[in-house]
């Protein structure tokens, strides 16, 4: 405690800080003000660039718990919440120009797999994982991740000595071995068994930027349609029921919007990473119903490279319609010359903490993509192209009135 309060002494903590001005060419607001209805950023964005940049580089002047782990220890309005969860230890890092960032630290080395015996509930939350769904989600263009980067974090420097939190301020510890730690303060799984430790300060993590605030960008949270059981034993009906799909073609909006082609492009990104966990998605109430699904928390991807979960197809497998622009992408990624693992490895070497992914990861995402475009074969050889395969390759550009602007 008196560490802590040395710290806030020293660095003037408690004195209100002079306001800043906004920026217009600030990267966090070039980021928020390319997000269109066609997905979070376009095609070779500088923004983004350079935000990634920013984020690897900018020091970071204060560290705080993210919104909805307060929500869990009644600390904020829960109605700003799009989605509470708050199991494993996530923080909110802000730097200059009002960026603001999520830093999830590393939990599990890159060589280690998911123990088989896991259900994907308790699964660890990786932070490569999140770096690399970032990189796979813009090589098959759906730009639906924010963007995220690797990057060391002095946990003394960067976390403790910026945080005005004292409860953050009071789950630091040292640890036998002299390494600087710290853990969640949440209902569960919030023990120094859970700690993470800096090397003696230095300490890996993933930083995604956050989106525009909901009360500029709203959005909603809505059911996975194929959400899975989350105990021991229960089963959904979508796992025991192979004409399922057509009871979902049967509800609004997946009866007459583009909404479940969304769904089948989410399944297929999360067939590749592993993802088991896709309980919700997220969308910007501003496009409406035809809007894309944001891609957001993958940090349980890439757990385990010698196991294929076929569930996690079924949107695809049982709906049996994909759009043409996924289904190209995907056929030129499984040509020699353009194979994905080898697109993948290349795009993993501009983060800072490269390699992101071991080299069973990367040779899995080969084997993955040839079992969906199987699938897509045997939907096709079954309905024909006409049926599966919906023609989204002729839609017109959005108007400018449809981009999502910040009022600055």
Not at 57 to 81: H, M, N, R, V
Not at 108 to 132: G, L, M, S, W
Not at 359 to 365: F, G, K, S, T, Y
Request: net charge negative.
């Amino acid at each position: 405690s008196r560490r802590h309060k040395l710290y806030r002494e020293e660095l003037n903590l408690t004195s209100p800080a002079a306001p800043l001005p906004l920026r217009p060419e600030a990267s966090w607001l070039q980021f928020h003000l390319g997000i269109s209805r066609d997905g979070l950023y376009p095609r070779s964005s500088p923004a983004v660039t350079r935000l990634l940049r920013d984020m690897q580089e900018f020091p970071t002047i204060s560290a705080d718990y993210s919104q909805d782990e307060k929500a869990l220890l009644g600390a904020c309005d829960c109605s700003q919440i799009v989605k509470p969860s708050g199991v494993h230890l996530k923080l909110v890092l802000r730097f200059q120009d009002f960026g603001k960032a999520m830093f999830k630290p590393m939990r599990q080395k890159r060589e280690e797999e998911t123990p088989e015996d896991f259900f994907y509930f308790v699964d660890f939350q990786r932070h490569n994982a999140e770096i690399a769904a970032f990189h796979l989600d813009r090589i098959l263009d759906f730009r639906r991740v924010p963007p995220t980067v690797g990057r060391l974090i002095n946990v003394t420097k960067e976390i403790l000595e910026v945080t005005k939190n004292e409860v953050l301020q009071s789950v630091f510890f040292v640890s036998p071995a002299s390494n600087v730690c710290f853990f969640a303060k949440c209902p569960y799984m919030c023990k120094t068994e859970y700690a993470v430790c800096g090397n003696p300060h230095l300490l890996e993590g993933s930083l995604s930027a956050f989106l525009p605030s909901l009360n500029l960008a709203p959005r909603l949270s809505i059911p996975n349609p194929w959400i899975r059981s989350y105990s021991f034993d229960g089963k959904e009906e979508w796992e025991v029921n192979p004409l399922y799909c057509n009871t979902v073609r049967e509800i609004y909006p997946y009866s007459n919007s583009n909404r479940l082609l969304n769904i089948v492009d989410m399944a297929i990104f999360d067939f590749l990473i592993g993802n088991m966990d896709r309980h919700h998605y997220e969308m910007f109430t501003k496009f409406g119903d035809d809007g894309f699904l944001l891609h957001l928390d993958n940090a349980r991807g890439f757990g385990r490279h010698s196991h294929d979960e076929i569930s996690i197809l079924a949107p695809l497998s049982q709906c049996c319609i994909i759009k043409r622009t996924t289904l190209l992408r995907l056929q030129l990624l499984a040509e020699p010359e353009y194979r994905l693992s080898n697109v993948m490895r290349e795009s993993l070497l501009q983060d800072p903490l490269a390699p992101v992914l071991t080299e069973p990861h990367l040779l899995a995402l080969d084997r993955r993509l040839q079992l969906i475009l199987e699938a897509v074969g045997r939907c096709i050889d079954t309905f024909g192209e006409g049926t599966v395969v919906a023609n989204d390759t002729a839609q017109p550009q959005s108007p400018a009135v449809d981009r999502a602007k910040l009022d600055t």
